[in-house]
């Protein structure tokens, strides 16, 4: 029963300063006074289509779902202040389900103080769907869009990519405290979290910037789980192919000016790894380059919902 579940997360869900009037209420009410820019962003998933629930614990469940978001703010180099669940259960065992989805979002919550301010709870006979919508506040420097590369800038990505069905999709750490720092020191001009796929996010970079980019092949770091797909699927994709196309990295794109991308990897003020893996130019599109062929048209590839 929704009131159950509304009771017992009361319980579990504890107090934080932003919230004067938290679940169970019609609405929840916030103290944001003070705060001048606030970002918005809102992630929905759904079963065997983000995750498996017959496969998965649906603690990991619950925690993807708010990382997503939190990937998200991420990408706007926006501190997290709170967030709203929208759940649609399923009928059987929705009450238990739903406890665990909360026992995977909460730590995170915890970790970066953000605020759980309520949500909205259905049932029916469908697979699992999950929602959360996050208010952010934004940096002294302003929010970071996807509109503002420049030619000349370098591209800059944290970690490494490819292979994240193998279990990063569920258990990757959103860069919300990474971005911050990088906003703090360094000037950056753009940004765009990689939940689609390398290239294709990549695309939507240009696309918003009215420029272009080239992509060293040779420069862009793979993950481990890369090498390990591609050697499972035996099909003939590389795992370069994983890097640049399978999406659910969650590492961070941005548009860096070249002083401050030669002192971002000089310093690795992460503790994840920097790289420059290529640069944005005037004319447009997406192209790569490599030791071998030279510079060539890149097709972006990833992840895109399809409907009519």
Same mark, same amino acid.
């Given at each position: 029963?929704?009131?159950?579940l ?76 709170? @967030? ?5 259960? +399923? *009928? !059987?065992?929705?009450?238990? %389900?739903?406890? $665990?989805? /909360? #026992? ?62 193998? @279990? ?5 750490? +959103? *860069? !919300?405290?990474?971005?911050? %720092?990088?906003? $703090?020191? /360094? #000037? ?31 420069a ?20 370069l ?16 000016? +070249? ?5 971002? %990897? ?11 893996i290529?640069r ?10 490599d ?17 009519d």
């Amino acid at each position: 029963m929704e009131s159950q579940l509304i009771a017992r997360l009361r319980e579990r869900i504890p107090p934080h300063p932003l919230v004067r009037l938290g679940p169970g209420d019609d609405a929840a009410v916030l103290r944001l006074a003070g705060i001048d820019q606030c970002v918005m962003t809102v992630d929905l998933l759904t079963d065997r289509v983000d995750f498996e629930l017959e496969r998965v614990d649906p603690r990991r469940v619950g925690r993807k779902a708010l990382a997503v978001n939190l990937s998200d703010l991420a990408a706007m180099a926006a501190r997290p202040l709170a @967030g709203v669940v929208a759940l649609a259960l +399923p *009928r !059987v065992g929705g009450l238990d %389900l739903a406890l $665990e989805l /909360y #026992e995977g979002l909460l730590p995170l919550a915890e970790r970066f103080s953000l605020a759980i301010a309520g949500g909205d709870t259905n049932s029916w006979d469908g697979p699992l769907v999950l929602s959360v919508t996050l208010i952010g506040e934004v940096t002294p420097r302003g929010p970071l869009p996807r509109g503002g590369a420049r030619p000349g800038d370098q591209v800059v990505v944290t970690g490494s990519f490819g292979g994240s069905i193998l @279990g990063h999709h569920l258990d990757f750490e +959103p *860069r !919300v405290n990474e971005a911050l %720092l990088l906003a $703090e020191r /360094y #000037e950056l001009h753009a940004g765009i979290d990689v939940s689609d796929g390398l290239s294709i996010d990549l695309g939507h970079l240009i696309e918003e910037s009215r420029c272009g980019a080239v992509l060293d092949l040779d420069a862009v770091p793979i993950a481990p789980d890369a090498r390990r797909l591609a050697h499972e699927l035996d099909n003939g994709t590389t795992p370069l192919d994983h890097a640049l196309g399978d999406g659910e990295d969650f590492e961070l794109i941005l548009a860096v000016p +070249p002083d401050d991308a030669a002192r971002m %990897l000089a310093e690795q003020p992460l503790c994840v790894p920097l790289t420059v893996i290529g640069r944005f130019v005037a004319e447009p599109g997406l192209w790569q380059t490599d030791r071998r062929h030279g510079r060539s048209k890149l097709v972006p590839r990833g992840w895109e919902h399809r409907f009519d």
